[in-house]
């Protein structure tokens, strides 16, 4: 089959900032009297969503905490990132970012997002990059109850991009999922998706006993090499 749809993942794919996360969450934790090692929040949330997150460290430490008290956790942390992203000149977008994603558009495949992150972080980064009228599809930690390693993002990806398009008829196995952690890479491969682990936050070959396959760089990731696609969908570089 011929590949439709590259789906991304956006923590660590499109934007680095894992440390970022990491070091909020950390304040936010101590905020709350609980010191954490930073070792353990990367341990417990690398991937997941802040929800998942959030509730597993807390009641790792025996904390328990009502639906309203996670969500205004949830809620201060996302204003703490809008707020050092704007502080930011410049968002640490990876390189080659919107080359492929120029690349993926030019050979007419859809494009979507599978994150745990809130829409409105997303949004933010998106539009302020100026990419987000790209893809067609975004699947956010708001329209999902699970996390990752769960499949249940990718599998509503898949449900709106046929939705979205009724003459689509897309099948699992002709999307290519981009990962960067091992709950993203489960949970691709959960839904039936192929998926390129990227070594932005594990080592390569770490990464490549469970991705079908591993680039160092997203700027390395070349798809009609990758997955043999046919000539008809051209994603190299012209020679």
């Not at 996360?21 to 010191?35: D, G, P």
């Not at 994603?101 to 050979?107: E, H, S, Y």
Request: hydrophobic share 45%.
């Amino acid at each position: 089959m011929s590949l439709k749809a590259v789906i991304f993942d956006f923590n660590g794919v499109i934007i680095n900032d894992e440390s970022i996360h990491e070091q909020l969450i950390e304040e936010l934790l101590v905020a709350e009297n609980l010191r954490v090692k930073p070792d353990k929040i990367r341990e417990v949330c690398l991937g997941r969503s802040d929800r998942a997150c959030l509730q597993d460290l807390l009641s790792l430490y025996g904390r328990v905490v009502t639906s309203e008290e996670l969500e205004n956790l949830i809620a201060r942390k996302a204003q703490a990132y809008q707020q050092r992203l704007n502080a930011m000149s410049d968002l640490p977008l990876y390189d080659g970012l919107r080359e492929l994603i120029t690349r993926i558009q030019t050979a007419n495949l859809k494009i979507a997002l599978v994150t745990g992150a809130i829409r409105e972080e997303v949004e933010l980064v998106l539009t302020r990059a100026g990419l987000i009228d790209y893809f067609s599809i975004i699947v956010a930690g708001d329209d999902i109850t699970t996390s990752k390693p769960e499949p249940d993002g990718y599998l509503l990806a898949l449900q709106r991009l046929n939705s979205a398009d009724e003459t689509l008829n897309l099948q699992p196995e002709e999307c290519l999922a981009i990962e960067d952690t091992f709950a993203g890479i489960e949970a691709a491969k959960r839904a039936g998706i192929p998926v390129v682990g990227v070594a932005h936050t594990y080592p390569f070959h770490m990464l490549q006993r469970r991705a079908d396959w591993c680039v160092d760089y997203l700027q390395d990731l070349e798809l009609e090499r990758i997955l043999g696609i046919s000539g008809e969908v051209a994603l190299s570089e012209p020679d």
